[in-house]
């Protein structure tokens, strides 16, 4: 990865080159401990419930307005270090025509799931001008970011693959296994095709001025190391080799895969993401010259206010053995977060030098 952003046919903002989030990605001493949230853009903030009130989820990741401003307010709300571009994972599938739905309390819901070669090969590649809109909103957020960078989006093979095969959320991936152990050539289709889409996706945002990517495996925990190994890390591997020609800084981030973290960063990450379910230190030793994400619990900002900020003390200082340290929740911020709490929580973080 090189120091300057490389940008396809994007001309980055020059103060991005004295971002603390890019020189932690990097492996340098920024003047700060830089800090971002995963899902920081939603769910929490009144004013984002208030622009979304009788909007459905896929209708506003579509809209140019809707995202450039959803992407904005926790960056004008928390001045965080980054922002991250406003998407869901399945939005590339909708976007190339897949018969889906975000369902409220539910989830991704599919109408047809795959189960055969000819369900993969029905499904369309990703063309930019299939998210036009994607096009459109990143150019406008990078003109109002500035010097705070936009990370790009996408969700990782497995975790799209197991929404695609099981028809929506699941909480054994059996249907997913099934075909990942008895129809190894239909999986490796999927997870290629899968895996070219995603590459593609993040491709369009970084030419539009993404200046990272994070790639989102919300389901990987659910394999075993080897496992992972054979039939889930080469499709990773893959996307983020692919963007990796682009220059710019990849994060690779797992729920529950403490036991996955050296696989991760040997799959192409620039940065692995900790859960909060693996002490930092530990996930630290596990994923070689990196730098590393993480990984305060999200709950503890229900917690008292001193107990919130000793834990993040610690995150703090166990991040200083890594090669660069992003701070960041275990996870994503949940909804009934009180968005005060991570006022406070990002000014204590952006108060220790990097």
């Not at 090189?2 to 004295?18: F, I, K, N």
């Not at 189960?115 to 990143?138: G, H, S």
């Not at 969700?155 to 296994?177: I, M, N, Q, W």
């Not at 999986?187 to 990272?212: C, H, N």
């Amino acid at each position: 990865m090189s120091e300057a952003v490389s940008t396809g046919d994007h001309q980055p903002d020059p103060r991005l080159a004295d971002s603390p989030f890019l020189a932690a990605c990097r492996g340098e001493r920024p003047a700060h401990v830089p800090v971002w949230y995963m899902r920081q853009a939603g769910r929490s903030l009144p004013e984002y419930l208030e622009v979304r009130e009788g909007v459905a989820m896929l209708d506003a990741c579509m809209d140019p307005d809707l995202v450039t401003e959803i992407t904005l307010q926790p960056v004008r709300r928390y001045g965080v270090d980054a922002a991250i571009f406003f998407s869901d994972i399945v939005l590339p599938l909708k976007a190339v025509g897949v018969d889906l739905d975000i369902k409220p309390g539910v989830g991704p819901v599919v109408a047809d799931p795959v189960a055969t070669l000819a369900d993969v090969e029905a499904i369309p590649d990703l063309t930019p001008d299939a998210v036009d809109f994607v096009d459109a909103a990143v150019r406008r957020l990078v003109g109002e970011l500035g010097g705070t960078p936009l990370i790009g989006f996408a969700g990782a093979p497995f975790t799209v693959a197991s929404y695609l095969v099981e028809g929506g959320p699941s909480k054994d991936h059996a249907r997913t296994k099934a075909m990942m152990f008895g129809a190894p050539d239909v999986w490796d289709a999927l997870m290629r095709k899968i895996g070219g889409i995603a590459a593609a996706y993040l491709e369009v945002q970084v030419r539009a001025g993404a200046s990272a990517v994070q790639l989102f495996d919300s389901w990987a925990g659910a394999t075993s190391p080897r496992d992972y190994r054979e039939h889930v890390k080469p499709y990773s591997a893959a996307v983020l080799e692919r963007v990796g020609a682009l220059g710019v800084p990849r994060i690779h981030f797992g729920v529950g895969t403490s036991e996955l973290l050296a696989d991760m960063g040997d799959a192409g990450a620039d940065v692995v993401g900790v859960d909060w379910r693996t002490p930092l230190d530990v996930g630290i030793s596990r994923i070689g010259d990196r730098a590393v994400q993480g990984n305060l619990d999200p709950t503890l900002v229900f917690a008292p206010a001193d107990v919130m900020l000793a834990r993040a003390a610690e995150v703090v200082e166990a991040g200083r053995a890594a090669r660069g340290h992003v701070f960041n929740l275990g996870h994503g911020v949940l909804p009934a977060t009180d968005p005060a709490r991570l006022e406070e929580l990002t000014a204590f973080v952006q108060s220790h030098a990097g």
